[in-house]
């Protein structure tokens, strides 16, 4: 099979799955008791019964599942992700307004994971028994076990309340007046306590999987062939055995992104944090279906463009993986 | 004629002699202020809730406005007058008010706006019995009615009547979907709108056009939509925030009022009235017998409820008409904790104790999480009389909510606003032609007595006040005694302010009102 038609196969499955999401999520939504004339009735402190027959029939809500179904699914068909009943504004648009503060924070606590977790892995695997490698061991564990919203809430505690240095929540301070630097410097005082909170559980997992993959690699044959020509440590360690660890390294950060994403939903809760996370959230409370639906095909979207990548990606470099 | 022009007159008085004694207020600032949830969209005509409220009071004026002492004072409106068969009203509105783009607010603004929220609010009796509004010239509107309507005074206030301009929302377009709702709004209140960000902000400036002179002070209000209750009180503890209302979490009140840099006011809200009870089904399973009702009543101890589980941020409401309202009648039953009472009266009605000492079992609901220790207490506390409680939580409001409006359920736990006059947020829970199905919020106790819709009938119709509130002791006696629902404690809604903030809001709106004559010291 070339690698056109292996593509092509790819692609047809990544629709077939979408579709097959979109209709498992719509049914799962629709399952749920109540709607979203419920939550807009409880907003307002309650409704007449004519407002309330108003916004099902508005919404289609009283129609047949089958029918809302389909016309959902031809909606999306037509790259309309639909209306949003609760913000009143078209979803398409709301994504697109909260995903530049997601894609901020996931990127920039991913980056600090990926690079301090292998340095704390690589400082563990140089004495697999020492104090280092006890400590990097201990606040993995802590990493993994503290929910990100008890740490997240930890950080506060400490860094707001008791030592006031960085501000509760949000992503920038309004009343901040000042050029693009000021701005600049704002935005990445409000980023620094989420970063650091949704990076913790990943630095975890990274600078374990840094570690084991080190010492993997440390006991292979090539790095005592560099050791006994008498390469110094460093070189070693940075030069020959690193570069062969992070394999593993980059794969699971490449699958960690859908993950990464639903930690971002309680971490920017907690620090209103305005994302994808925050509108998530607030959609699911709301039951406003098209928002929660445009959230999850979007989201599965990516994980699924992605994965296809991914796939190519390893077709492309390593030539062991053959076509079919 | 009943000349309301002296009530006007006496607010005016009231206001400015208030304004002497405070400190002189001082012009310019921004105030940084929380909301707890980010708003559908800006236009409280269209849209109710405190959180379209706190800012829609900002960007809209409304005609009358009300202080904690439930009297109302001129605001669009600078007097008004009731015709003798109380089936007129005539509004004189100030002279020179302009809308935020410059077009002067007249009565036909008026007459649109009082049009658009009876077509289209949740709340239908607001301005039911409303058959015209007549607009003799642009600074006079006179609303004509059916029958005599007690509540127009209320709902002429706060967020329940927003005059907006029909140059912008009579073009045709769907005021509930109106784009100008959330951006780009025109409107008549002292705050222009600068900025909406969805679960970011809302920035507001001063506008130099408002019709009450000297105001407002400040040039600008932050509202920050920050969700979390335990960031709110750390940034209220660090001056990030400098005030926020509705505040209700008894830990976080009791933990700010120790902060010297903090005011934490309980006064206000009376009109929002949010009341919580015990709901019960009168239709279905054993909760429809009184007895078994009254008997659980008895098994409950709602100052325990306030002591432990609101620690004492709140105080007991006896009936479903907030403590705060005029109406309110503290002489009825309180049901204060009696078990011997409670065993002895489902004794008697033949509700005996089984082998395992149960009579019988009933599910008690709840729909949020901080109605959860409520319905939680009920399980062991109702074992006492022999009551079998399941406690059964919803995953969401929507759960709840369909739960409770199709009326699966036995008991649950419910929190109801009075919305100002209790024509608007009180009748809809007892009234026997209110009671539908999928509706959250209307008579789901499906409670039925011809007496009560009766009362709720002649209240609801007169302009007599000492009148009103005979027939509403009569109502809350008699409710007291069938207890479709068993009132509990108001929500504990606080305002807190840091003490640089001064006139922080005290109406019986809360904060759903407006920031004018709040300074910064």
């Keep these: 099979m070339s690698f056109t038609q292996t593509l092509a196969k790819r692609i047809g499955y990544g629709l ?103 340095l704390l892995g690589v400082l563990a695997a140089k004495k697999p028994n020492g104090i280092v490698s006890l400590l990097v061991t201990f606040l993995s564990l802590f990493g993994f076990a503290a929910p990100v919203f008890w740490s997240g809430i930890l950080l506060i505690i400490a860094f707001v309340s008791i030592f006031p240095l960085f501000p509760v929540g949000g992503m920038t301070d309004v009343t ?149 | 004629m009943k000349k309301h022009l002296l009530a006007a007159t006496l607010a005016l008085t009231t206001v400015a002699t208030t304004t002497v004694v405070a400190d002189e207020p001082k012009n310019g600032g921004t105030l940084v202020m929380a909301i707890q949830t980010t708003p559908r969209h800006l236009n409280p005509a269209v849209q109710s809730g405190t959180a379209t409220g706190q800012p829609g009071t900002q960007l809209f004026a409304s005609l009358l406005r009300y202080d904690e002492g439930w009297e109302p004072q001129p605001y669009l409106a600078k007097s008004w007058e009731i015709s003798d068969d109380e089936l007129s009203v005539t509004i004189n509105l100030v002279e020179g008010a302009t809308f935020h783009d410059g077009k002067p607010i007249t009565s036909e603004d008026v007459a649109f706006s009082i049009d658009t929220v009876k077509a289209n609010h949740p709340f239908k009796s607001m301005f039911a019995p409303v058959t015209a509004v007549e607009t003799p010239d642009p600074n006079t509107a006179i609303i004509k009615l059916s029958e005599p309507h007690p509540a127009l005074m209320l709902a002429m206030s706060s967020q329940l009547l927003s005059i907006i301009p029909k140059h912008v929302y009579g073009d045709g377009q769907d005021p509930k979907t109106h784009p100008q709702n959330s951006e780009n709004v025109v409107g008549s209140g002292p705050f222009k709108l600068v900025e909406f960000k969805r679960d970011q902000h809302i920035i507001l400036e001063k506008y130099d056009g408002y019709f009450m002179e000297g105001l407002p002070h400040l040039d600008k209000i932050v509202m920050r939509i920050v969700k979390d209750g335990a960031a709110r009180t750390i940034a209220l503890e660090s001056g990030e925030l400098q005030l926020s209302g509705f505040e209700q979490e008894p830990r976080d009140i009791n933990r700010m009022k120790k902060k010297d840099t903090l ?252 920031l004018d004559r709040v300074y910064l010291k």
């Design chain 2, 263 to 514: 005011n934490v006011s309980n006064v206000g809200y009376a009109a929002i009235g949010p009341v919580n009870w015990l709901a019960f089904n009168t239709q279905n399973g054993k909760t429809a017998d009184p007895v078994v009702r009254q008997a659980i009543a008895y098994a409950v101890d709602r100052n325990f409820l306030i002591k432990a589980i609101m620690l004492g941020a709140t105080e007991a409401a006896l009936t479903g008409i907030h403590p705060g309202s005029p109406f309110y009648d503290a002489t009825v039953e309180p049901y204060d904790l009696d078990l011997d009472k409670a065993n002895k009266m489902l004794d008697d009605a033949g509700y005996a104790k089984g082998a395992d000492g149960m009579r019988f079992p009933l599910t008690v609901d709840f729909g949020w999480a901080s109605a959860k220790p409520v319905a939680e207490y009920l399980k062991p506390q109702l074992k006492k009389i022999g009551i079998d409680v399941t406690v059964r939580a919803s995953a969401d409001f929507p759960t709840w909510a369909k739960r409770v409006s199709n009326h699966e359920f036995d008991i649950t736990f419910d929190n109801v606003f009075n919305w100002g006059d209790p024509v608007i947020g009180v009748h809809r829970t007892y009234n026997s032609q209110n009671i539908k199905k999928g509706v959250i919020w209307s008579n789901t106790q499906q409670y039925s007595n011809a007496r009560v819709d009766e009362l709720m009938a002649l209240a609801g119709a007169t302009n007599d006040q000492e009148a009103r509130k005979k027939y509403y002791a009569e109502f809350q006696q008699i409710l007291a005694n069938e207890l479709p629902l068993y009132p509990l404690y108001p929500s504990p809604y606080h305002t807190i302010s840091n003490k640089m903030v001064g006139n922080a809001p005290d109406s019986v709106w809360g904060t759903s009102h407006p």
């Design chain 1, 16 to 118: 077939l799955l979408l579709i097959g999401v979109l209709i498992l999520n719509f049914t799962l939504i629709s399952i749920a008791p109540g709607d979203v004339a419920d939550s807009i009735a409880g907003d307002m402190g309650g409704a007449d019964v004519t407002v309330i027959e108003e916004i099902r029939e508005r919404y289609g809500l009283n129609q047949p599942f089958h029918i809302q179904l389909w016309r959902y699914v031809s909606g999306v068909a037509r790259l309309d992700l639909g209306f949003s009943y609760f913000y009143n504004t078209p979803v398409t648009s709301l994504i697109l307004e909260k995903l530049p503060a997601t894609l901020l924070l996931v990127f920039s606590s991913q980056i600090l994971a990926i690079v301090l977790g292998t």
């Design chain 1, 176 to 324: 901040v007046e000042g050029g693009w630097f000021i701005q600049l410097l704002d935005l990445l005082h409000h980023l620094f306590l989420p970063m650091i909170t949704l990076a913790s559980i990943y630095l975890a997992l990274y600078s374990r999987l840094a570690r084991a993959s080190m010492l993997e690699v440390l006991g292979a044959d090539y790095i005592r062939t560099a050791r006994a020509k008498g390469l110094p440590q460093r070189a070693v360690l940075y030069k020959h055995a690193l570069k062969n660890a992070l394999g593993p390294l980059v794969t699971v950060a490449g699958l960690q992104f859908s993950a990464v994403m639903s930690g971002a939903v309680v971490v920017e809760t907690v620090f209103s944090w305005p994302g994808l996370g925050t509108l998530a959230l607030q959609s699911i409370l709301a039951r406003d279906t098209p928002t929660i639906m445009g959230i999850l095909f979007f989201s599965s979207f990516v994980v699924i463009v992605v994965n296809i990548l991914t796939d190519i990606t390893l077709r492309l470099i390593d030539p062991r993986i053959k076509t079919g």
